[in-house]
């Protein structure tokens, strides 16, 4: 009797010490990790008018708001790229997040070198690619894939009888920057899908300097025209809206890129290519959360993953575009997918 007296005395004292650690165990962080899933998205630029930021933003909310312990925070690195390094080394070394997430090609070379000062913190770099960093996923979309799937079409279109189609075979590509992706991969697609498409083709390829510039986009765009190109391609942020404007005032035809363009200019963007960053940011956040994620691994995706693809599905593209043209797209694509 007495022995277990004394031992619902000390059982009632344990439970005491535990509670009363408990809030000293939370301040240090010691359970931080059970309860709650901290992800920072850092957008390298601004997110307004950039789809393939908006849909890197969607797919980490959406994993996050599928579970109780998640959290997200989206925080804008802003357009002076020298800058970037330093605001995610400060993200770093809050040691706040369990996961910071960002996109674009110039982002696995930055967060590599932030990663050797932190080594413990993990990062997702979508629309990029290195191998080998135990603390570092990337998954990279196929752009030549994506800007060939542009070029078939604007060489379709260039050489047709459509409406803004002159006599000339010539076509334009106007990006923001010049980087590697952009030189050896989207350029060449667009170049390559357009000869395969009607032979001799000339590419104008202007670079407006930076993502955000839409008069300056527009001007590049007018000066294409002018010169003789009906079908434009803008991969330049949200300087593609003054891309846009041009090809409006002055007659030309537009495709849209990374996401589905059709109703912010019927029968102007007549053409789509779209890359699925919501959904592969989705997927990859959740194998995140879940501790599935082969951190140290660079994936590749593209039309046969289904992560490239032309937008041929919206009403829109079967108004404006002859019935011909779609059905020798059609063909291509269906030879690409297999
Ligand atoms: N694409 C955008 O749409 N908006 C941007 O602000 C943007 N900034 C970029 C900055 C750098 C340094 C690099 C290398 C690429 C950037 N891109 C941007 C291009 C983007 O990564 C991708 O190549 C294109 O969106 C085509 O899918």
């Given at each position: 009797m007495k022995f277990s007296g004394t031992s619902a005395v000390l059982r009632i004292i344990m439970v005491i010490v535990v509670i009363l650690m408990v809030p000293s165990l939370l301040a240090a962080g010691g359970i931080r990790e059970t309860s709650e899933y901290r992800i920072a998205v850092f957008i390298p630029?601004?997110?307004?008018?950039s789809p393939i930021y908006e849909m890197l933003a969607q797919g980490v909310q959406r994993a996050a708001d599928e579970y109780d312990h998640v959290r997200a925070n989206i925080i804008e690195g802003g357009?002076?790229?020298?800058e970037w390094a330093d605001k995610i080394a400060a993200i770093a070394a809050?040691?706040?997040?369990?996961l910071i997430v960002t996109s674009n090609p110039a982002m696995p070379e930055i967060v590599n070198e932030i990663s050797q000062q932190f080594p413990q913190q993990k990062f997702v770099v979508m629309d990029g690619f290195l191998e080998g960093n135990p603390s570092i996923y990337t998954l990279r979309y196929n752009q030549y894939q994506q800007a060939y799937l542009a070029g078939y079409f604007a060489g379709l279109v260039t050489a047709s009888?459509?409406?803004?189609?002159?006599?000339?075979?010539k076509i334009g590509l106007v990006a923001g920057q010049e980087y590697p992706d952009m030189n050896r991969s989207i350029l060449p697609g667009f170049t390559d899908g357009a000869a395969d498409a009607a032979g001799e083709i000339e590419v104008d390829f202007r670079v407006v300097?930076?993502?955000?510039?839409a008069s300056r986009g527009k001007e590049l765009a007018r000066d294409m025209i002018n010169a003789g190109a009906d079908v434009l391609l803008p991969?330049?942020?949200?300087?593609n809206y003054g891309v846009l404007e041009a090809a409006i005032e002055y007659g030309a035809y537009v495709i849209w890129y990374?996401?589905?363009?059709?109703?912010?200019a019927p029968g102007v963007i007549i053409g789509s290519t779209a890359i699925a960053q919501d959904e592969s940011t989705y997927h990859t956040i959740v194998r995140a959360i879940e501790g599935d994620l082969p951190f140290g691994q660079a994936d590749q995706a593209g039309i046969s993953e289904h992560a490239v693809r032309f937008?041929?599905?919206?009403?829109l593209f079967s108004e404006h575009v002859p019935e011909q043209i779609r059905s020798a797209l059609q063909e291509r694509i269906t030879q690409l997918s297999q």
């Open positions: 630029g601004v997110t307004a008018g357009t002076n790229q020298g809050q040691g706040a997040h369990d009888s459509m409406e803004q189609a002159n006599s000339r075979l300097g930076n993502w955000y510039d991969v330049a942020g949200g300087a990374d996401t589905s363009g059709y109703s912010k937008v041929d599905d919206d009403p």
